[in-house]
């Protein structure tokens, strides 16, 4: 379904005034906002192709209706998404939920929507049909060298398939681990899954990266193999410049510091990027922002300090990405909404007087500091985030355009009620 330039353009005539009068006062409060909204407009997070439908739990699934059958019409939602806030200008496909039959047509359609191809990500954490071997206790940790060797074969195989497409990124998360003491034999684990990521790592072009992306626990309730930044880190360090550690929000234990997490990372030049989301209790991916914004803007505070001090390119040098799944949302809205607080974070962590903070933290004055960041926390900057999208021809609220031109219905009425999505 695509949506013409005319709705957008008579959308926004609609809210032109309210969003001007919100544009004017905003600029009168923070002073130079140019380089802020050009920023935005540079910033591209790309869209899971697994998130385009209701997901679900263990417990129960409820379709919302007009999920994408194919790649095809995965690449035609994104394509929307993009359309309505010009900042998801790009895909990341997952291995083999989503293996293109045509490269090139596929590649055409993704250009046809503005659209690039972000990571790849294996899939070791599930038995395809016609596989040979089981995944049940693992994969490249696996004590059958035989099993190994499979899942170092598939990792070969996508980043094949992911120089076909143009992408130029892997993503590995392993599920590997153990359910129980006893069962697995931690040293031997690692070992394994180093000697097998070496030679996932020898298979990659010299202009690709490798994101290795931790998790502290589930599928395995005893202990992951590959469970947080600090062995994260280990494996990327010891694999070589092309690997790095990628932050999923909802992979920590509670109350994990994540945003010394990012700086350390990042001071470490092994910081390779995201998958945003947030939880309030385990890995539950929800939509970014939604339970803590103030974790968000934290992330970015340190994301911009240390990418300045690195003199790194906000928009190109690290993979931005989000990884959720959706239960009782419209995963598009969902999608919209992930897309905006992460605008509004990375905005206001633009806002903060660096200069000013570094005085405060060179004086121990706490306080002076803590009103410095939170300042920039409670500024209002979502007429930034609208005016970076008026200006690069998209909407200045996408949730209001999706629903006032029913969007989902027009998807309904072409695709079906009962279609499912492949993905989580
Ligand atoms: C694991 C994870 C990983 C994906 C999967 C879909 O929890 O975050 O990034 O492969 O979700
Ligand atoms: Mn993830």
């Keep these: ?219 395995n309730f005893y202990s992951t193999t590959v469970a947080d930044w600090g062995q994260s880190y280990s494996y990327v360090k010891k694999l070589g410049d092309k690997a790095f550690t990628l932050v999923d929000l909802g992979h920590h234990l509670p109350n994990a510091n994540i945003e010394q997490i990012v700086a350390i990372l990042l001071m470490e030049g092994k910081l390779g990027g995201f998958h945003f989301n947030d939880s309030k209790y385990g890995d539950d991916d929800l939509t970014a922002g939604a339970m803590k914004p103030y974790q968000l803007f934290l992330i970015f505070n340190e994301l911009v300090e240390g990418m300045d001090a690195r003199g790194m390119n906000h928009a190109k040098d690290l993979g931005w990405m989000i990884d959720a799944s959706h239960n009782v949302k419209d995963p598009l809205e969902d999608l919209l909404q992930s897309v905006e607080a992460i605008m509004i974070a990375y905005a206001q962590a633009l806002l903060v007087d660096r200069k000013a903070l570094e005085k405060a933290q060179n004086e121990n004055d706490v306080v002076k500091a803590q009103e410095i960041l939170q300042n920039a926390f409670r500024t209002d900057v979502r007429a930034l985030v609208a005016e970076a999208r008026l200006r690069s021809g998209a909407a200045l609220n996408p949730v209001a355009l999706y629903r006032d031109f029913s969007v989902r219905q027009e998807l309904i009425k072409e695709r079906g009620t009962n279609t499912v999505a492949t993905g989580l």
């Design 1 to 219: 379904m695509l949506l013409d330039s005319n709705k957008i353009a008579s959308h926004n005539a609609d809210l032109l005034k309210s969003h001007t009068n919100k544009l004017v006062f905003t600029t009168s409060e923070i002073g130079e906002t140019e380089n802020i909204i050009q920023k935005l407009i540079d910033f591209q997070i790309a869209i899971p192709s697994w998130a385009l439908g209701t997901g679900g739990t263990r417990f129960g699934r409820f379709p919302g209706g007009g999920e994408p059958r194919s790649l095809e019409e995965k690449i035609e939602d994104v394509g929307l998404l993009h359309a309505l806030n010009n900042a998801s200008g790009a895909i990341s496909l997952h291995i083999p939920w989503d293996i293109p039959t045509d490269y090139q047509a596929i590649k055409n359609l993704a250009s046809q929507h503005g659209l690039k191809f972000d990571a790849v990500n294996s899939n070791t954490f599930q038995d395809q049909t016609n596989q040979e071997y089981t995944y049940k206790y693992g994969s490249l940790q696996n004590v059958n060298k035989a099993i190994r060797k499979q899942a170092i074969a598939h990792n070969i195989e996508v980043i094949q398939q992911g120089i076909a497409l143009g992408s130029e990124s892997l993503t590995v998360w392993l599920a590997d681990g153990s359910c129980f003491p006893g069962q697995l034999n931690f040293r031997k684990a690692y070992q394994n899954t180093l000697e097998s990521l070496e030679e996932i790592y020898a298979a990659l072009p010299s202009n690709w990266k490798m994101y290795l992306e931790y998790k502290s626990n589930e599928p």
